[in-house]
């Protein structure tokens, strides 16, 4: 009798869960075309889910009935014509099931933590910081030496690069991938990524790393298959049998590495034909358009997912579909597919945010947060490029009305994304400043770029930055730069000249830019070193795989014994050091910082000091700062019409004091105003 009675509610149960996810609750988000999609899949969903208890299957198919629209209006636009679609779809749904099964209890309490704090990722107290793992620890195991290392800075997000098992000798940084599943033999092992994984997830530290979607490497097994005649695997890229289709794509397309690898096709010798290589000659760009290679990353991003990845950065997306007459970036059907592994992620491992890497012009970067019917749908962070870009540019001129005028003209965000800000990363910097922007404020675009690039490079005369050319473009006249924040900051050249004025402006600058970032209401990141003041390492040139890619100068090795005199404010890293912590110590107990809440630009009508209000409901926080090595006054009207009552410096912990209507502000002076 009592056997019975189980049996029965256990049937209960399972109807309830059937019932519940696909008629009642979620039946307005989804038009008929999807519930009949989603109902298909079901019963390939039943079985894979029935090795769980009842709640737990409930939980999937409840968020699956949530998001499903999402994942189907993503994906109709670029898969809807094909025939197979439907299968197509059942075998995306099962595969997610599948990855639900497998994902550990401890991964799934953390999506039921997210799915309470949604907008977990957009905190104040976030702060990110990023690293090649071989120049941090130099392998995966040895990070955990580190970790009161990251603990002390307040780091809560880590980016580690170069993961995945890439191509032997040259493999642009890492981003030339042969295996996506193994982690690079070099620096450990997928159990050594598992554990530190959890050793940072136990310490508040969220794991990212790059997903590199956009190509492999030409000896990744796919790329093998390829070259060896297999037209299953011919199909996961684009070849071509003559030039006649790559001679008529090149028509329109750009060059992202016109030194290394001009062109965007090379000739496979063994299959005979031309393949899109948008990157390096070794790196193959895979073909999203077919729908085998959506499941394939879908796969290795669950499984990542399941080793406690929890972000992954979506690697040179832009480029990840292709079309004739365009320059085949940022097409409509990159934020259709990215919006879609987005839902993947919502729905199978929820803890997961995305981070598009777009590095693209500013009308175009808003678009990776998603605008129109992709609003707020395709990642949660973007790089905020233009951010960065800005800041090096009014740091060399001196004027900020470039950089208030082209930030002002940014459309709204939505409130459930975060910029990624930043000042350097592991890649160079390209001077990407609208002609309109330029014109607007009196400049010339190219010729104001020409002057970034000379000044940057330390050509220009009276130049403070040590830096280098990178990819010289004959056909625009593009010259993009590598160096450290240091390096470019004028840290550099002042320790060489030994000069003690020069070194208290360039960290001046490099605190500046510190509070610009962290002070933006994003995710600040920090580039591993740049919290010391590491400078350009020119010895890459003596490593074989490096030698051959001087964005390597401004990726130098970790210098513990610079950190170890972190405190030691007789040091400059102790400055340095000492000064950033105390921005982001400030920052955790800003409400206005969260992510959240708007950023306007304000404009100061002063050419030397950029500003910005944070909105909150508890007031706002105006950002103020001094571009120059001068003490600048500034009139502060406009800050009270940007909604500032009281002059109190948060970053100081003082009142300011007004004369007239008018503060002082010291060279590269910085003030969070409440
Ligand atoms: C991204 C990476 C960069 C790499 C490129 C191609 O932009 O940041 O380092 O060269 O993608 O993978």
Avoid at 105 to 118: F, S, T
């Amino acid at each position: 009798m009592i056997q019975q009675d189980f049996s029965t509610s256990e049937q209960a149960a399972e109807e309830s869960v059937k019932v519940s996810a696909f008629r009642h609750r979620h039946a307005h988000l989804l038009s008929a075309a999807a519930l009949a999609c989603l109902q298909k899949a079901n019963s390939g969903v039943e079985s894979a889910l029935s090795t769980l208890e009842v709640r737990d299957q409930q939980l999937f198919r409840l968020r699956l009935a949530r998001w499903f629209q999402n994942l189907y209006e993503g994906l109709l636009p670029v898969y809807g014509q094909r025939a197979d679609f439907d299968d197509f779809m059942e075998r995306l749904v099962l595969l997610m099931a599948r990855h639900y099964v497998q994902r550990p209890d401890e991964l799934k309490v953390l999506d039921v933590e997210r799915d309470l704090e949604p907008d977990w990722f957009q905190h104040e107290s976030m702060l990110g910081y990023v690293f090649y793992v071989e120049q941090f620890a130099g392998k995966l195991s040895k990070v955990r030496d580190h970790l009161d290392y990251l603990e002390e800075m307040g780091t809560s997000y880590v980016h580690l690069m170069k993961v995945m098992q890439s191509r032997d000798g040259e493999n642009d940084g890492g981003y030339a991938v042969t295996d996506y599943r193994s982690v690079d033999a070099s620096l450990g092992t997928n159990e050594d990524l598992e554990s530190l994984c959890a050793d940072l997830r136990a310490r508040g530290m969220s794991v990212c790393i790059d997903l590199v979607l956009n190509h492999c490497a030409q000896e990744h097994p796919w790329a093998l298959a390829a070259q060896g005649g297999d037209a299953r695997y011919q199909d996961y890229f684009y070849m071509y049998d003559d030039r006649s289709l790559p001679d008529a794509f090149e028509r329109t397309l750009p060059e992202v590495f016109p030194e290394f690898a001009p062109g965007n096709f090379t000739l496979d010798e063994n299959s005979g034909k031309w393949v899109w290589t948008t990157f390096n000659h070794f790196q193959w760009d895979l073909n999203w358009s077919n729908p085998e290679v959506f499941l394939e990353i879908v796969e290795v991003m669950f499984d990542l997912a399941n080793q406690g990845v929890e972000v992954f950065r979506l690697d040179a997306v832009a480029f990840m579909w292709k079309r004739m007459g365009t320059d085949s970036q940022n097409q409509e059907e990159v934020f259709d597919l990215m919006q879609a592994l987005r839902t993947c992620s919502r729905i199978t491992t929820p803890a997961v945010a995305h981070k598009a890497e777009a590095i693209v012009a500013p009308d175009d970067l808003i678009r990776y947060f998603g605008v129109g019917r992709h609003h707020g749908k395709v990642s949660n962070f973007a790089y905020h490029n233009s951010l960065m870009v800005q800041f090096w540019s009014s740091l060399a001129s001196r004027d900020t009305r470039l950089m208030t005028r082209a930030l002002s003209e940014f459309p709204r965000t939505p409130n459930s994304i975060a910029w990624g800000t930043y000042l350097r990363c592991h890649d160079d910097i390209g001077w990407a400043i609208a002609d309109d922007d330029a014109e607007s404020v009196g400049l010339n675009g190219a010729a104001h770029r020409h002057f970034l690039s000379s000044f940057y490079s330390g050509e220009f005369e009276g130049s403070f930055a040590r830096g280098g050319v990178f990819q010289f473009n004959k056909a625009n006249g593009d010259r993009r730069i590598n160096g450290t924040l240091a390096s470019l900051s004028g840290l550099e050249q002042a320790i060489e000249w030994g000069n003690p004025e020069l070194v208290d402006l360039a960290i001046e600058r490099i605190l500046l830019g510190h509070a610009l970032i962290c002070g933006f209401g994003g995710l600040p990141l920090i580039y591993m070193g740049d919290e010391l003041g590491l400078l350009n390492d020119y010895r890459y040139v003596d490593i074989a795989e490096h030698a051959g890619d001087s964005r390597w100068m401004h990726r130098p090795a970790m210098d513990w014994d610079r950190a170890d005199r972190r405190h030691d404010l007789n040091t400059i890293e102790g400055r340095l050091y000492t000064g950033l912590s105390h921005i982001i110590r400030v920052r955790r107990k800003t409400s206005q910082l969260n992510a959240r809440y708007d950023t306007d630009i304000v404009d100061t009508g002063h050419p030397h000091v950029f500003a910005i209000a944070n909105r909150h409901p508890l007031g706002t926080l105006a950002c103020v700062y001094n571009f120059t090595e001068s003490t600048q006054y500034l009139n502060v009207q406009p800050l009270y019409e940007s909604g500032i009552v009281e002059l109190y410096d948060k970053l100081s912990a003082r009142e300011i004091n007004v004369y007239n209507d008018v503060i002082e502000l010291s060279p590269y002076a910085r003030l969070w105003v409440t």
